[in-house]
């Protein structure tokens, strides 16, 4: 009796369509402002190339085995990764559903929350494995060989972007305000983003910020990016993509609970 | 009501609770197909949960919900497909352009590439905006940001729409447009469900109105007959000063009268057959909205 529609195919889980709609609203949206999102994701970690690569450069030559602009290109590519997935994933989350109402606009269309966390951490991975090519291409410039691996590299980044990028939402979705991303920041993507193995290796940290760094999602990361340069070390590098993958989905899981739980009363 | 009329929106029982306040207490509401339900109440009535509800933006803690025949919150996403809604804070993208806007929505509403590019013309005739397509929503005026609104809920021609407080904080003017275009929809056979505060808005526009007050359908009706039912034909308004105001409350009261204070006047109501001195005027909505929810402020 109150049956006022005919029956339309169940709609499923992750569909698709939803996804391609939020995708489609974020591409519209980064069409107004991708010029200062990409001057920033790209000049940032430059700087940081330029200025460790040719002030520590000069001097310590060689770290690692490798001349210290090619150990510094390579790892910055983690760094242009991490600041363009991580911050958004915070910052624009944390906006568009609490400041600008983005979310309940796009709830209001047959868009779960999963689909919507799902297709933000993808669009941020995209652009985060973009980015992190631009570190790349400037060592390049600086006389880094290039090698088939590098093509991998965009991958990569996309890949640790996503986990980054649901990392930053699952923050943006715990959050109570604005401020409380300066704990995280500090505390968190700081000295992750210091023991990777970006500027300097591993090997001589004591003992336990080595067990950090091999929990440390960003440093497998640096160890990819770097090996596809280099060459690729089997094993060791299986292990690299497993972690950078886990936690991709540890996040993208956690990120699409929280956020449910936080926009759904 | 009829039984056997088919229903756009069907709630029975429907509890919804916030820690230990209880938004919606126990709500029956029915919209019949092809109609305009107005949702009348005070603030905190629990209007704004009830819409919420209906989108799956909150899950109901105790009672049945559907909508479009499909329940809620487990086929939320089917009755979600064919609705459209228009929420009380504007939440477009505002350094997109009118159309893009409405190009995205036309996409999130799962519009096939061929039906989208018609679906954005109609929608922008609509809201009256086919000459501001490349304006930027930052540049539009309040009136046209709110036909935007509306005009991007029916991107995707819904059979239901919900409307939260669609004219609130407008110029008379500009209410008065919005509401020819909700009469439009209405006439073209679109179930609406409309809250609003505006009680000229719920009468103009609805062909049956529901009073929620503490969570809960107080009076269900066509606007006239709920006038007759609780108010009465007639009022008749007496002014004075406080102290004299105050005597004609008691006076009407001790005759079986009801009365509501308008702020300067008192209106003696339910008059059956009493002629009282005074101003006579029809009796209105908001006479019924008041004796029903209360003088005070909730």
Known sequence: ?????????????????????????????????????????TVEPTIYLLAFGFGFGSLVSEVAGYEYVEFVGTGTVATAVLFSSAFPGMFSTFIKYKFQRT??????????????????????????????????????????????????????????????????ILIAATATSIENFNYVISAALTPLFLIAGTFFPIDGLPGWAQTLAQLNPLYHLVELVRHAAFGFEGAADLVNLGVVTGFGLLMWRLAAWRMEKRLIE | MAASAPLAIRLRGVVKRFGSITAVAGLDLDVPVGTCVGLLGPNGAGKSTTMKLLTGQARPDEGQASVLGYEL??????????????????NLDTTLTVEQNLVVFAHLYRLGRRERRPAVERALAIANLADRRDTRVDKLSGGMRRRLLIARALVHHPQLVLLDEPTVGLDPQVRQELWALIDRLRSEGTSILMSTHYIE?????????????????????????????????????????????????????????????????????????HAPAGDRRPANLEDVFVLLTGEEIQ
């Open chain 2, 73 to 90: 919150p487990g086929d939320s996403k089917q009755a979600r497909a064919q609705s459209g809604v228009v929420p009380q804070l504007d």
């Open chain 2, 201 to 273: 808005e719920a009468e103009r526009l609805a062909d049956s109105v529901v009073i929620m007050s503490h969570g809960r359908a107080v009076a269900v009706g066509p606007p006239q007959r709920l006038i007759e039912e609780h108010a009465g034909a007639e009022a008749v308004e007496v002014y004075g000063p406080p102290a004299r105001l105050a005597e004609v409350e008691a006076e009407a009261h001790a005759a079986g009268l009801a009365t509501r204070r308008t702020g300067t006047s008192v209106a003696l109501l339910r008059l059956n057959g």
């Open chain 1, 103 to 168: 979310y309940d606009a796009i709830l209001a269309a047959p868009v779960d929350v999963e689909e919507l966390v799902t297709a933000e951490a993808l669009w941020i991975g995209v652009r985060a494995g973009t980015y992190g090519c631009a570190p790349l291409l400037v060592a390049l410039a600086f006389g880094l060989d290039p090698s088939w691996g590098m093509l991998l590299v965009p991958f990569f980044g996309f890949l640790a972007g996503f986990g980054w990028a649901a990392f930053g």
């Open chain 1, 1 to 41: 009796m109150t049956t006022a529609a005919p029956r339309a195919a169940r709609l499923r889980r992750l569909e698709r369509p939803a996804i391609a709609g939020v995708l489609v609203r974020e591409i519209i949206n980064f069409s107004s402002f991708w010029r200062s999102t990409t001057f920033s994701a």
